[in-house]
């Protein structure tokens, strides 16, 4: 294998495959390192992402989806089904598959676009001692067990992405207390489930089994919830995941410990400071993720580190050393895998010399549960902290046709748009299919759209698009339907 090359991509998740793919189109001369390995043992690229994130969450989501759908949703249609069961390894396999399928795929790509794969942990080593800025050639060890390599490269992009933050008192062992991986590999359904942490992975995951047929227990330390959303989306959200998704939800928590005995006991103060605990069969840590710069060499060769972890970066995504970038998890901004996906294709389009952007500020957000979450832009509370005027429209989903066909009526979409310019600042969507419908947000806002914009396109009929069209007619007090 050629050992000398134009880049040199450290991690193959979203960010970092993405970023070698586009470097190759470019007619860079690329290397992708990864050191990920399935439970077989055997290298698996793709990442987070496609090994243990969004590709095997979605698969288990849909899966629980089809399920409630059977057990409670076909009899309004008229459709009767026999004594239902749930035959969970069947579930896990087809998980298991798209998996493969997917993370073969990356490697198909890589053969394809002429990209060499190197297994093993990268370790930055040093530059070139005779040149200096620009010119230097970077050195970097990948080793894969006793066999160690170094590759040299003009251009480095760091994409090492992120792992699951720890608690000390509640250590994962994926067996009964587990982190995103275990939670996506449990072969029957748990009769108590608790989550620590209310956030996206324990939202997810929590709704998945609960549809499943598990009690779940969500314990969240913040007082609010959702905190990252809209305030009226997480309120309405909240109501919706503990009255018909059946999730059991408490906010303003602090865990003192976790027993494992016969059963797993957590044990927490509530909201009003009140001693409890609750006995579960398992528990889902979810309590946030961490960037991967462990065993990087960063020290080696004075790659700037800030103190939460994450690799200094500008908006162009540069380190602080040259020919240095780095994408994704494990820097600055949401923890996504399209935005690590988009940055890495900036970077790929920098470093040969064209102008790579990413707007940091039309990052879609999606939270995949039943009805979904999707936002763009800023939320109300942020609007309000910043002083900014601005006014709103707002549709549910129950005046919605298409809504109402599928059954799916919770819900609504709400557009902010400036007081005074009418440019669109945020959109927020709680309901069916909304991971789809944002898109159309999206793209509004990169164009600086005005509410006005989207009330005059046309949308089909009956669409749930037409949701988002009259919430933008409601901006003006002129949505027709309501
Ligand atoms: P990663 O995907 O973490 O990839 C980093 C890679 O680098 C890994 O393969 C790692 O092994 C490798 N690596 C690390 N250090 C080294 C080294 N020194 N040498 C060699 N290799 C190294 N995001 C979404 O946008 N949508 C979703 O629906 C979604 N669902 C999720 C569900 C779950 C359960 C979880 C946990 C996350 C989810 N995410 C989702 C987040 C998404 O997975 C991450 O944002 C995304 O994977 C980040 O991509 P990345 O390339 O930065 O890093
Ligand atoms: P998160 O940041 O979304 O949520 C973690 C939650 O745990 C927070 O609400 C936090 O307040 C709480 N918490 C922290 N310490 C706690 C403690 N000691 N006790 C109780 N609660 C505590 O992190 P999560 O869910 O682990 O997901 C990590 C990241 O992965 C997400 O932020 C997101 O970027 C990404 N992700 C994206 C998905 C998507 O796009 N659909 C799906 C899943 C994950």
């Not at 690329?30 to 698996?44: A, F, Y």
């Not at 509370?381 to 005027?389: D, Y």
Request: hydrophobic content about 40%; glycine content about 10%.
């Amino acid at each position: 294998m050629n050992q000398s090359f134009d880049v040199a991509v450290i991690g193959a998740g979203p960010g970092g495959y993405v970023a070698a793919i586009r470097c190759a189109q470019l007619g860079l001369n690329t290397v992708c390192i990864d050191e990920w390995k399935n439970p077989q043992g055997k290298p698996s690229l793709g990442g987070t992402c496609l090994n243990v994130g969004c590709i095997p969450s979605k698969a288990l989501l849909e899966s629980s989806e089809n399920y409630e759908r059977a057990a409670h949703k076909f009899s309004a249609h008229g459709i009767k089904v026999g004594e239902l069961s749930m035959d969970v390894p069947v579930m896990i396999s087809r998980k298991d598959k798209i998996v493969s399928n997917f993370t073969g795929g990356v490697a198909m790509l890589f053969r394809k676009n002429k990209i060499a794969s190197m297994h093993g942990r990268g370790t930055l080593l040093s530059s070139s001692k005779n040149d200096s800025g620009n010119n230097r050639t970077w050195r970097i060890e990948v080793k894969n067990g006793e066999e160690a390599h170094t590759v040299e490269a003009k251009h480095i992009i760091i994409a090492t992405g992120s792992t699951p933050r720890q608690l000390p008192f509640a250590p994962v062992d994926n067996a009964r207390i587990l982190d995103n991986a275990g939670a996506l590999a449990l072969t029957e359904v748990p009769e108590r489930l608790g989550v620590i942490g209310g956030g996206v992975v324990g939202l997810e995951m929590g709704s998945m089994w609960r549809r499943l047929g598990s009690e779940v227990t969500i314990l969240e330390a913040l007082p609010t919830f959702l905190t990252a959303a809209d305030a009226q989306v997480a309120k309405e959200a909240r109501k919706i995941f503990t009255k018909e998704t059946g999730l059991i939800i408490q906010t303003g928590i602090k865990i003192s410990g976790v027993k494992t005995g016969e059963a797993i006991t957590v044990q927490y103060a509530d909201a009003e400071g009140k001693a409890q605990q609750r006995e579960v069969d398992k528990l889902i840590v979810a309590v946030g993720r961490v960037p991967n710069t462990a065993g990087l060499g960063a020290e080696n060769v004075g790659l700037k580190i800030d103190d939460r972890g994450y690799i200094e970066v500008d908006g162009g995504c540069r380190t602080n050393l040259p020919n240095i970038h780095a994408v994704g998890d494990v820097v600055r901004g949401p923890m996504l895998a399209h935005k690590a996906s988009e940055e890495g294709v900036a970077v790929a389009e920098a470093i040969a010399g064209q102008a790579g952007h990413v707007n940091l500020d039309t990052i879609p957000w999606v939270i995949y549960t039943s009805p979904e979450i999707a936002w763009v832009g800023k939320t109300e509370q942020e609007l309000k902290t910043a002083g900014i005027q601005y006014k709103t429209g707002q549709f549910p989903f129950m005046a919605n046709g298409r809504a109402r066909a599928l059954g799916e009526t919770g819900g609504f979409v709400k557009v902010l748009a400036d007081a005074n310019t009418d440019r669109i600042l945020g959109v927020h969507m709680i309901g069916p299919y909304v991971s789809e419908m944002i898109a159309e947000a999206v793209v509004a806002m990169e164009f600086a759209a005005s509410s006005e914009d989207i009330a005059r396109i046309v949308h089909a009929h009956p669409s749930l698009s037409e949701v988002l069209h009259e919430a933008a007619l409601g901006v003006d007090k002129r949505a027709i339907h309501i």
